[in-house]
């Protein structure tokens, strides 16, 4: 146990530095590009839910980040397509129109 432990130790002082680092620049990618859709607002939130000293707070929080991954969802799969295109257009699939079909 003492050297699990000792180890341990080593390992987060060692490399503890490093792994804050990546998380850290992963953290400020992911709020820019958050930004740029316009999500910041929601970070914010979160992080004054869960630094709240009551449980309303921490569950505004929560409920922050609901809304967040939802409103991520719906920025990343929003329907590009114009509403009256139709989907054999976008394929590139002809109509089989009455006309165009035979009889066998």
């Known amino acids: 146990m003492a050297f699990q432990f000792a180890s341990q130790a080593y390992s987060v002082s060692r490399y503890g530095d490093l792994l804050t680092d990546f998380w850290q620049q992963y953290r400020s990618e992911v709020e820019a590009a958050l930004h740029r859709m316009g999500l910041d ?3 914010a939130t979160i992080e004054q839910g869960l630094n709240s000293d009551n449980e309303t ?3 505004a929080g929560i409920l922050a980040c609901r809304s967040l991954l939802e409103d991520l969802a ?3 799969w929003k ?3 114009a509403p009256h295109t139709m989907r054999s257009q976008v394929m590139g699939l002809r ?3 009455p006309s165009q079909q035979t009889d066998t």
Do not use: E, I, M
């Open 95 to 97: 109509d089989a129109s």
């Open 57 to 59: 707070g921490w569950r």
């Open 74 to 76: 719906a920025h990343l």
């Open 79 to 81: 329907d590009t397509l």
């Open 41 to 43: 607002q929601h970070l």
